[in-house]
């Protein structure tokens, strides 16, 4: 039995990762929760079958609790990640690990240092298709890779998802279109998914530029954008981001110098010489999905070995990101503060 803590309950994926872990109940137990809101942390508490604390040192300073996830504002993340690297609790933090990279590279530091398992909740790794690509890219089958495009879109600020009075909360996660608590809007909270994608298959990122925009008014963060990005390897990419968008029928595009692969209403399609069958048509034969980002995550508390993300990884996609709106500000390209 691990026993877990939650270090901020604000995040709107909160309440799915608390539903993870009560439904292994001979597995793990949530002893404690603290939030910066304490009316927000005794509803969660409530759910949770927990109790909520004023301080989350007090958390850190139990050593019972085996291991802490962190769902509160992102500007509080390297603060919390900090002071667990401290105590040497195991850490699970939602996305984007940081605002700046400066903070993320200081998360990163604290984190391999303490020698802590360590996930980031970017779980589109764990798709079929998303392993099928990158299969297909390290073997070769679509050759030099020239460009690709990866677009993560929802109606989210079109229904007022973030308003008051959503989820569990009166407040609902209206925090999250919040510049000074959330460091970004449409485009960096989605786009932080496409970019662990579009990083994971390609490489180091050379140069960034991008365009942010605003549609509704409804808040002060952007809504929506889209950027370039130069890799080392010399392929391009584009990534399109926001809460605006009906609908998102093609997601993802790869192309290179021997083929091409990109999926339209969730079915991957694929031309290819160096693969038997793939004249263009569907591809169904396709890996077996993962679990989510956060189930590998109590998978790997119980001492199985899974693929998880590196804090120098999501470390990057900080920086990567942070480029990406000093880019928009600026109506230039920037480079990545990648150490």
């Known amino acids: 039995m691990k026993t877990l803590a939650l270090l901020g309950v604000a995040h709107?994926?909160?309440?799915?990762?608390?539903?993870?872990?009560?439904?292994?109940?001979?597995?793990?137990?949530?002893?404690?929760?603290?939030?910066?809101?304490?009316?927000?942390a005794s509803i969660a508490a409530g759910h949770s079958n927990c109790i909520a604390v004023s301080d989350y040192r007090e958390i850190l300073r139990d050593e019972s609790v085996d291991a802490v996830i962190v769902c509160s504002e992102t500007n509080l993340h390297r603060e919390l990640v900090v002071a667990a690297c401290a105590t040497r609790k195991h850490l699970f933090v939602e996305k984007p690990l940081a605002i700046s990279a400066a903070d993320a590279y200081?998360?990163?530091?604290?984190?391999?240092?303490?020698?802590?398992?360590?996930q980031i909740g970017h779980f589109m790794r764990s798709y079929p298709i998303s392993r099928q690509l990158k299969?297909?890219?390290d073997d070769g089958a679509l050759g030099t890779i020239t460009r690709a495009r990866h677009s993560n879109v929802h109606h989210g600020a079109l229904a007022g998802w973030f308003d008051r009075g959503l989820g569990w909360y009166e407040d609902g996660f209206h925090w999250m279109t919040e510049l000074e608590r959330?460091?970004?809007?449409?485009f960096g909270d989605l786009g932080a998914h496409s970019l662990d994608m579009l990083m994971w298959l390609l490489g180091d990122v050379e140069r960034v530029t991008a365009q942010v925009d605003r549609l509704l008014g409804r808040y002060s963060c952007d809504e929506y954008g889209e950027g370039?990005?130069?890799?080392?390897?010399?392929?391009?990419?584009?990534?399109?981001?926001?809460?605006?968008?009906?609908?998102?029928?093609?997601?993802?595009?790869?192309?290179?110098?021997?083929?091409?692969?990109?999926?339209?209403n969730g079915k991957l399609?694929?031309?290819?010489?160096?693969?038997?069958?793939?004249?263009?048509?569907e591809w169904t034969d396709l890996p077996d999905a993962l679990p989510h980002a956060f189930v590998l995550f109590l998978e790997a508390l119980l001492g199985e070995s899974v693929p998880l993300i590196s804090a120098k990884e999501a470390a990057d996609r900080s920086a990567v990101m942070q480029a990406f709106y000093q880019a928009a500000n600026s109506n230039a390209w920037v480079k990545p503060q990648i150490p």
């Not at 009560?22 to 949530?30: A, K, M, N, S, Y």
């Not at 998360?107 to 360590?118: H, K, L, P, S, Y």
């Not at 390897?233 to 021997?258: E, H, K, Q, T």
């Open 12 to 40: 709107i994926h909160t309440p799915s990762f608390i539903q993870s872990i009560l439904d292994r109940p001979t597995q793990f137990t949530i002893k404690s929760l603290w939030d910066s809101d304490p009316a927000r």
């Open 228 to 264: 370039l990005l130069r890799f080392g390897s010399g392929a391009i990419a584009s990534l399109a981001a926001g809460w605006v968008d009906m609908l998102n029928p093609r997601p993802v595009l790869v192309s290179g110098s021997g083929g091409i692969a990109y999926v339209d």
């Open 135 to 137: 299969e297909w890219i």
């Open 182 to 186: 959330a460091g970004c809007g449409g």
């Open 269 to 281: 399609f694929v031309k290819s010489d160096n693969l038997d069958g793939a004249d263009g048509g």
């Open 106 to 118: 200081a998360m990163q530091r604290a984190i391999d240092a303490a020698g802590v398992i360590f």
